[in-house]
C-alpha cells in the first residue's frame, strides 16, 4: 500500500489534489470540494496535536471492534459515517483550504516523527503505520469521490 510517509507516493497525493478545481463534482456524498478538502484536514490535524476530539465510551467500544475491519479493507467505503467534529456545512476558500491541506502532506514527507498521540479519539491506540494505512485510505476515498 502506497504511504503518506514516502515522498514519492506522498507527492502522488498531492498531484491528485492539483488537480481538483472549484467545480469538480463529486460523485456521491454531500460535501463540495471545498467542504471535503477542510474535511481532510481535520484528522490530520488530530494526528498532528492541532486538534482534539473525544468520542463518547460506545462509540470508543465500537471503533476498537472494528479498527483492524476498516485498516485491512482494500478501500474505505462510500457514506460512511464520521465524527460530528470533522462534519463541513460552511463555504470555503477553495484555494487556501487546498493550500493548507498540501502543506499538512508535506510534513509527513518527513517521516513519523510528525504523529503527535498515538491514539485515535474512536479507534483507539494506533501504531505508525496504523495512521499511515488509515490517512492514506481517507484521502484517497474522498480524492475518488471528486473523480481525481
Request: include cysteine; aromatic fraction near 8%.
Amino acid at each position: 500500500m502506497p504511504s503518506i510517509f514516502n515522498p514519492t507516493d506522498n507527492q502522488k497525493i498531492i498531484d491528485r489534489i492539483n488537480k481538483l478545481t472549484p467545480d469538480s463534482e463529486r460523485q456521491w456524498g454531500k460535501m463540495t470540494v471545498s467542504q471535503m478538502l477542510s474535511h481532510c484536514i481535520a484528522p490530520i490535524d488530530v494526528l498532528l496535536g492541532n486538534s482534539k476530539i473525544k468520542a463518547n465510551f460506545i462509540f470508543q467500544l465500537l471503533g476498537r471492534l472494528i479498527k483492524r475491519k476498516i485498516i485491512n479493507a482494500p478501500e474505505l467505503s462510500k457514506n460512511n459515517p464520521t465524527a460530528p467534529e470533522f462534519i463541513r456545512k460552511e463555504n470555503y476558500d477553495f484555494d487556501k483550504t487546498k493550500i493548507e491541506l498540501i502543506e499538512k502532506l508535506q510534513q509527513f514527507q518527513d517521516g513519523t516523527k510528525v504523529i503527535k498521540t498515538n491514539r485515535h479519539p474512536f479507534f483507539g491506540p494506533m501504531s505508525s503505520q496504523d495512521w499511515d494505512t488509515l490517512q492514506w485510505k481517507h484521502l484517497d476515498h474522498h480524492l475518488r469521490q471528486f473523480g481525481v
